[in-house]
């Protein structure tokens, strides 16, 4: 693997040197820093001619600093003649602005796509979009991965002979089912309504929840209204256990601390797609790496071998 480089940005070094140590390479330095004028500066100190870069940065907050330094990586590993460049974003925030459901704004999930193909992404590495669909906006080959098999083990060796995975997003039920599958377990979902950012309301459930514990799963967890919302209807309902897991666990504003104080809530597995800030870290929360499927994906790309067959 001597032309594989791979780079990271400044949103999550700890991901970028797990994945360095999966693919037995070392982490290539990235030198950084901002002009009095707050404009940033960033150069690649290893020599990229005719290799196979891929550039590590997640979109965790201040998301707006973290693009922009990843379109300025991903120039430069073009203009110094890498052979390809591929674009590794474990986190892509902007895939929930995926269409125009208010007047006069910008679908800002297709806006930053084009933005990283005209900064030099030949290609996009990213796991658990929060709309499928805006894998298509992305004109460059995009690998779109899934962490059910990471959060699937996660949860192996408990006690789940009387339980359920539940979603609360029906929209979000082909995800919660491909856990289900993997845990032999059923599936149900939430009729979920959105009122605003923080506010949701869960209508009904399809399926059956009468069980003793719940699998509550999700793709993102922001402000845990959606979360907080299902375990009350769950707890109506007379579960009386429930772990709670995400892809994304983004956790803002008071998120943790509301689901480490539900009554029904026993465990909150989350992957390490999003760092985690350690004042927010409770005893329920165990997060989980996906350094290992992304530096599995990183090898197969680079050999030209199947991503898919990652999760067949």
């Known amino acids: 693997m001597n032309r594989l480089r791979l780079f990271s940005g400044s949103s999550h070094p700890d991901l970028a040197t797990g994945i360095a140590r999966a693919l037995q390479i070392p982490l290539s330095p990235v030198q950084r820093r901002r002009f009095s004028n707050d404009n940033l500066y960033v150069r690649l100190c290893e020599n990229v001619r005719g290799t196979d870069v891929f550039v590590v940065q997640t979109f965790a907050p201040p998301v707006q600093d973290h693009l922009f330094e990843l379109l300025m990586l991903l120039d430069a590993a073009r203009s110094s003649s890498a052979e390809r460049v591929t674009a590794v974003i474990p986190y892509f925030s902007y895939a929930r602005s995926d269409k125009k459901?208010?007047?006069?704004?910008?679908?800002?999930?297709?806006?930053?796509?084009?933005?990283?193909?005209?900064?030099?992404?030949?290609?996009?590495?990213?796991?658990?979009?929060?709309?499928?669909?805006?894998?298509?906006?992305?004109?460059?080959?995009?690998?779109?991965?899934?962490?059910?098999?990471?959060?699937?083990?996660?949860?192996?060796?408990?006690?789940?002979?009387?339980?359920?995975?539940?979603?609360?997003?029906?929209?979000?039920?082909?995800?919660?089912?491909?856990?289900?599958?993997?845990?032999?377990?059923?599936?149900?979902?939430?009729?979920?309504?959105?009122?605003?950012?923080?506010?949701?309301?869960?209508?009904?459930?399809?399926?059956?929840?009468?069980k003793e514990m719940a699998i509550v799963t999700d793709d993102e967890i922001a402000t845990g209204g959606s979360t907080i919302e299902m375990l009350n209807l769950l707890q109506r309902e007379g579960v009386r256990r429930a772990c709670v897991t995400c892809t994304h666990g983004v956790f803002s504003g008071q998120a943790i601390q509301r689901l480490n104080e539900h009554p029904l809530v026993e465990e909150i597995i989350a992957t390490d797609t999003v760092p985690v800030d350690p004042r927010k870290s409770t005893a329920k929360l165990k997060v989980v790496s996906v350094a290992p499927l992304l530096a599995e994906a990183i090898r197969r790309i680079y050999s030209n071998e199947s991503v898919s067959a990652l999760f067949s």
């Open 101 to 210: 459901d208010e007047p006069r704004i910008s679908i800002a999930g297709r806006l930053v796509a084009d933005l990283l193909e005209a900064a030099g992404a030949n290609r996009v590495l990213t796991i658990t979009l929060h709309s499928p669909q805006v894998h298509g906006f992305f004109r460059v080959p995009t690998d779109h991965l899934n962490a059910e098999p990471v959060l699937a083990e996660a949860l192996r060796g408990r006690d789940l002979r009387d339980a359920v995975v539940v979603t609360p997003d029906i929209g979000n039920a082909k995800r919660a089912t491909h856990l289900a599958r993997r845990l032999n377990l059923p599936v149900a979902a939430g009729n979920k309504r959105r009122l605003d950012d923080d506010r949701v309301v869960i209508d009904g459930i399809v399926g059956d929840v009468h």
